[in-house]
């Protein structure tokens, strides 16, 4: 009972992180991550606590810190703001 218990525990760990593993190899190529079998062997070792980093990781990769501009909306270019910091001067 205990071994038919722990068969069936496995594979369904195997069928839930194996799938996750292979979103996580796809998506890390698809985007240009370094080692993209790396981060699927730790997201299927590790569970959910490697996919929490890979989407950590992943996160931290991708955003581009530097175009941001505190001081424009989303949308709008550099340009509209120094237009306006000259309509407000003269």
Same mark, same amino acid.
Not at 1 to 4: A, E, F, H, P, V
């Given at each position: 009972?205990? *071994?038919?218990t722990l068969a069936i525990l496995a594979a369904i760990y195997t069928v839930i992180? #194996?799938?996750l593993s292979l979103i996580v190899? *796809?998506?890390s190529n698809r985007t240009g991550m370094d080692g993209p079998?790396?981060?699927? #062997?730790f997201v299927f070792i590790t569970?959910?606590?490697g996919l929490l980093l890979y989407l950590s990781e992943k996160d931290s990769e991708v955003a581009d810190v530097d175009e941001a501009d505190p001081f424009s909306l989303p949308g709008s270019t550099?340009?509209?703001h120094q237009k306006r910091d000259r309509?407000?001067?003269?």
């Open positions: 009972m205990l *071994w038919s992180f #194996g799938s190899y *796809w998506d079998a790396k981060w699927a #062997g569970g959910g606590v550099p340009n509209d309509d407000s001067d003269g």
